[in-house]
C-alpha cells in the first residue's frame, strides 16, 4: 500500500465472534461513509470464531461451545438480520419449558416463576422440596428487610445473603450463577452482572415484590414456567457456528490465519502502528483493535502502557470445559421433561450443570437417541479428556439413571475464556479506557468488559469500529 495513496489501514486482532463483528461493522461503516480502508483481521490459530463451534457427526449437533444467545440484547439479533440468516433461527422447545436442580442427588424442577434468586409466584414456591421451611420463611423476610441506602458495589453472595438468605444463595443463585459466569458468587460484582436486582432493590424494597409487580405487568412472562425465560433464547437450525461461518464468508479477504502476534509498537508520532507476527512479518496501521481476553492483551500492551497493562491483568480469567454424550434413548431412565439441571457447589458432583441439548432444541440428535452437554469449571477441567469423561459419566449416570456406556463423548476445554467480573470491575474497565484513550487509534474489545454473552461480545466489536472510525 503506497503511503501517498490517500488510503488507511486497520488491524483487528482476535478472529472470536468479538473481532469477526469489529471488522465486518467496521467494513460496513467505512463503505457507507465512502472512508478508504484496507481492514486485516489477525488469528493466531487456523480458525475463526472462537469458542463458537458447532460439529455435525453421525446425524448429531454438537456445540462445543454456546449454544444460543439472547434476544433481549439486541446486537447480536440485529447483526443476524443484517447478514439475511434471521430465517435460520430456532427458539428452544417449547413442550419443556424448565429446568432442574440436583438436591441430595435427584433432580428437582425449579418453581414455576422462581427467577435466579427469589419467588414470583408464592404457591409454586411454597411447594417445592428444594427449600426447607426454615429457608422458605426467610426468603420471605425479603418483603420487609429494609433496602440497602448505599449504591456501593457488592458480591452477589452478599447480596443474595443479605436479602434473601443463606438457602436462596446455596440452593439456587450460586448454581444458576455459576452456570452462567463460570465464577466465584462470593466475588462476583452484583453491579457489572446482575444490576437489574439493584435496581428492584433500590425501585421496591424487596426482590420478591419487584418479581410479582413484573409478573402482573407482563402477563408473558408467567407462562415461561421456570428459571430463565426460554422463550427468549435462540439458536441457529445448523447451530451457532451459521453465525460466526456466514461472518467469515463476508470477511474472507480480510482474515489472515495462522497469525500469531508476537509484539505491537506505536511511532513516535503516534501516528501509526507496528504489529510483528510470529513469522516475522510486519504489518502497520493507523487504526487498531486488540479483541482478545484481557490478559492476552495485557501482553500485547507491556510496552505501550504500564498502568493499562496492570488494570488489563485486575481482570481474572477462568477455565471450563464442554462435555457432550450421546445416549441410546432406551439407556436414559429419566424423562429429561426440561431443558436440563444446574449442580449447587454443596453437593460436591464434578459437574456444574447439563443441558438436554437433543431436548432443548430439535433436530440435535437422530430418533431413539438423546445428547447432552455437561459442563465443568476449574480445577475439574484441566483433567485429562479421559478423566473428564469419566466423571461426567459417573456423576450422570446417578442423576440420570443411564444404564450403558454413550455411543460417544467429545470434550473441548476453554482455557482462560471466561472473565471474572468481581467486586469493583466497572471501576477497573473506567481505568482501562482512560488509558486507552491515551493512545490513539487503539481501541480494545471482548468479554472481559461490560459483557460476557454473545450479543454483549458483538456490541464490543461494534463500538470498536465506531470508535476507530472516529480517530479519524
Excluded at 4 to 33: M, P, W
Aim: net charge neutral; with cysteine; hydrophobic share 40%.
Amino acid at each position: 500500500m503506497s503511503e501517498n495513496s490517500g488510503r488507511k489501514h486497520s488491524i483487528i486482532i482476535g478472529g472470536g465472534i468479538t473481532g469477526l463483528a469489529t471488522c465486518y461493522r467496521l467494513q460496513r461503516e467505512a463503505a457507507t461513509r465512502d472512508i478508504p480502508l484496507d481492514i486485516t483481521l489477525l488469528e493466531s490459530s487456523g480458525r475463526v470464531g472462537g469458542v463458537i463451534e458447532t460439529e455435525h457427526r453421525d446425524e448429531f449437533l454438537i456445540e462445543h461451545g454456546p449454544d444460543a444467545f439472547i434476544s433481549t440484547k439486541p446486537a447480536a439479533k440485529a447483526l443476524c438480520e443484517e447478514l439475511g440468516i434471521a430465517d435460520q433461527f430456532i427458539g428452544t422447545n417449547p413442550k419443556v419449558r424448565r429446568s432442574f436442580v440436583v438436591r441430595n442427588g435427584a433432580l428437582y424442577p425449579v418453581p414455576e416463576g422462581f427467577y435466579m434468586m427469589a419467588p414470583g409466584s408464592f404457591m409454586p414456591f411454597l411447594k417445592t422440596p428444594l427449600f426447607s421451611w426454615r429457608g422458605k420463611l426467610r426468603m420471605v423476610l425479603d418483603l420487609f428487610i429494609p433496602r440497602r441506602e448505599r449504591d456501593t458495589d457488592e458480591a452477589v453472595a452478599h447480596f443474595v445473603r443479605r436479602r434473601l438468605g443463606t438457602e436462596a444463595f446455596t440452593r439456587m443463585a450460586q448454581p444458576m450463577i455459576g452456570g452462567i459466569y463460570t465464577s466465584d458468587a462470593e466475588n462476583l460484582s452484583l453491579k457489572a452482572t446482575f444490576p437489574r436486582f439493584m435496581e428492584m432493590e433500590k425501585a421496591h424494597g424487596s426482590i420478591i415484590k419487584a418479581l410479582r409487580t413484573q409478573k402482573k405487568q407482563a402477563s408473558q412472562t408467567s407462562r415461561d414456567t421456570s428459571g430463565p425465560r426460554y422463550s427468549l433464547f435462540l439458536s441457529f437450525k445448523s447451530g451457532m457456528q451459521t453465525l460466526t461461518d456466514t461472518l467469515a464468508q463476508a470477511l474472507s479477504d480480510n482474515i489472515k490465519l495462522d497469525a500469531k502476534v508476537e509484539h505491537i509498537q506505536q511511532t513516535s508520532d503516534g501516528n501509526r502502528w507496528h504489529v510483528s507476527l510470529a513469522n516475522r512479518e510486519t504489518l502497520n496501521a493507523e487504526l487498531l483493535c486488540i479483541a482478545l481476553p484481557a490478559p492476552q492483551a495485557a501482553v500485547l500492551t507491556g510496552d505501550l502502557s504500564g498502568p493499562l497493562t496492570s488494570k488489563l491483568n485486575e481482570i481474572p480469567y477462568a477455565s471450563s470445559a464442554t462435555v457432550n454424550l450421546a445416549f441410546r434413548r432406551e439407556d436414559v431412565t429419566h424423562p429429561l421433561d426440561g431443558m436440563g439441571f444446574v449442580v449447587p457447589a454443596t453437593e460436591n458432583l464434578s459437574l456444574i450443570g447439563c443441558s438436554f441439548s437433543s431436548v432443548k432444541f430439535e433436530d440435535r440428535a437422530p430418533t431413539d437417541h438423546v445428547l447432552l452437554r455437561a459442563f465443568v469449571s476449574e480445577p475439574t477441567s484441566k483433567k485429562t479428556e479421559t478423566e473428564l469423561i469419566e466423571l461426567c459419566r459417573s456423576d450422570l449416570t446417578a442423576l440420570l439413571g443411564i444404564k450403558n456406556a454413550p455411543q460417544f463423548a467429545t470434550v473441548r476445554k476453554h482455557s482462560q475464556a471466561m472473565a471474572q467480573y468481581q467486586v469493583g470491575h466497572q471501576d477497573i474497565v473506567r481505568s482501562i479506557e482512560q488509558f486507552t484513550g491515551e493512545l490513539r487509534g487503539l481501541v480494545l474489545a471482548g468479554n472481559g468488559y461490560h459483557g460476557v454473552g454473545i450479543p454483549d461480545c458483538i456490541r464490543s466489536g461494534e463500538e470498536a469500529a465506531l470508535t476507530l472510525l472516529g480517530a479519524l
